[in-house]
């Protein structure tokens, strides 16, 4: 799918939100960072119990704020548990544009295994053209760790959601946050980093914000 833009794109749309994040009152903007996907945003632990505050939406938020303390910025976690992209994509302008917001963070890795490659990709790719001419920052996650998943393994299907996605951001000059590749470069018991086999615990959820923070730097985000 074609992507054309009405705001900057790629690492100009993302400087352009951490310059504003620097701006003290009485000149500073309103901020919204929208998390939008399926249960790891949401802060699913132990189905059914929801643990936001330790979450990357409320994560980053806590670390962006410290980082910015002049500035006026909202994470809204605009995610379902059990969803996949295609039902994202059709609830996406309600629930994640209506907002306004500057950044929306882009996570169906997990439960897009369920889809065929293409259309996932195809909802992800509608997803960033509807950001863009919001004038919002669209910003791609691959999936965090399934303990029943193998994506070392060829055809394993969270491995190849992973190749996926970062290669739509590739081709679509998209921030990639690679939250797998955190996981799988993790040297201690992964299993510590879960709540159960597909949900991250705390520290699981930190390994994704590491992924996050440095496009909110402004060394990184500069064009």
């Not at 293409?118 to 909802?123: E, V």
């Not at 994506?151 to 290669?167: E, N, S, V, Y």
């Amino acid at each position: 799918m074609p992507v054309t833009a009405t705001a900057p794109v790629g690492k100009h749309c993302l400087a352009a939100v951490v310059h504003d994040l620097q701006v003290a009152w009485p000149d500073n903007k309103i901020v919204n960072i929208i998390a939008f996907g399926h249960s790891v945003p949401a802060g699913f632990g132990i189905t059914p119990a929801v643990h936001k505050r330790d979450a990357y939406p409320r994560l980053l938020e806590d670390a962006l704020a410290d980082a910015y303390p002049h500035a006026v910025l909202n994470v809204i976690t605009a995610a379902a548990g059990g969803e996949n992209s295609q039902q994202g994509r059709e609830r996406f302008a309600r629930d994640a544009l209506a907002h306004a917001p500057r950044v929306v963070l882009i996570d169906y890795g997990l439960n897009d295994r369920g889809l065929a490659l293409q259309a996932s990709a195809r909802n992800l790719a509608a997803m960033i053209v509807e950001a863009r001419a919001a004038g919002a920052c669209p910003v791609l996650l691959t999936p965090t760790w399934d303990e029943q998943a193998a994506p070392d393994r060829a055809g394993d299907p969270l491995g190849a959601q992973a190749a996926m996605i970062r290669r739509l951001g590739e081709l679509t000059d998209v921030p990639v946050a690679d939250s797998l590749a955190a996981f799988q470069n993790y040297r201690g018991d992964r299993h510590q980093l879960m709540a159960q086999f597909n949900h991250p615990n705390r520290e699981g959820h930190a390994l994704v914000l590491g992924q996050l923070m440095p496009l909110f730097t402004p060394s990184a985000s500069q064009p």
